[in-house]
């Protein structure tokens, strides 16, 4: 299980991603339950309240409102690539970076998942297929009817023919 984030802190004057080792401007600083911390970049935060909200994020901000009595205020401001936004505040935000790390590890272990199942299919699947069910039942119905006809038409031929025997075995009888 994910370690639960307790703070966000961006650092405006940036500094090297962790990742990328490239400057960027600005980073973000999380903070995690025991109290360890982790920088991200940009792309990543990005990619978690994507994958928290299941929406593709476009940009979002830091706003700082500041109180009469001179007590700040922190939201960020997500919008979203259809362009609708959500106005959030820094907990929320923590619990919406969590949950967007916890799904795109639910992602890559059903990709994961789906390799090893590919994996342990047949080597040829032509040979070890799954028996089909008739994908054509009319034809079947048809070629049962076409069958029943073709019975009574022999059975009448036959019919026919034993009645032109039993005429010839008649008159040569009474020829006699």
């Not at 909200?53 to 979203?80: A, G, P």
């Not at 992602?107 to 590919?118: F, Q, S, T, V």
């Not at 342990?120 to 032509?126: I, S």
């Amino acid at each position: 299980m994910s370690k639960e984030i307790i703070g966000i802190k961006q650092i405006d004057e940036g500094g090297e991603n962790p990742k990328t080792k490239l400057p960027e401007k600005p980073l973000w600083e999380l903070t995690f339950d025991d109290l360890t911390t982790r920088i991200l970049g940009k792309p990543k935060m990005e990619e978690y309240i994507s994958k928290s909200y299941e929406n593709t994020v476009h940009h979002f901000t830091r706003r700082i409102s500041i109180l009469m009595d001179e007590r700040k205020i922190i939201q960020w401001c997500v919008v979203f690539s259809d362009y609708s936004d959500v106005l959030l505040s820094s907990t929320e935000l923590c619990k919406k970076l969590m949950l967007g790390h916890q799904r795109k590890d639910e992602d890559k272990y059903m990709n994961l998942e789906e390799a090893l199942a590919k994996k342990n299919f047949p080597q040829n699947e032509v040979l070890f297929h799954p028996v089909k069910s008739n994908p054509y039942p009319h034809l079947t119905q048809d070629r049962e009817e076409l069958d029943r006809l073709r019975t009574k038409a022999i059975e009448e031929a036959k019919q026919e023919v034993l009645n032109e025997e039993f005429k010839q075995t008649i008159e040569t009888g009474e020829q006699e």
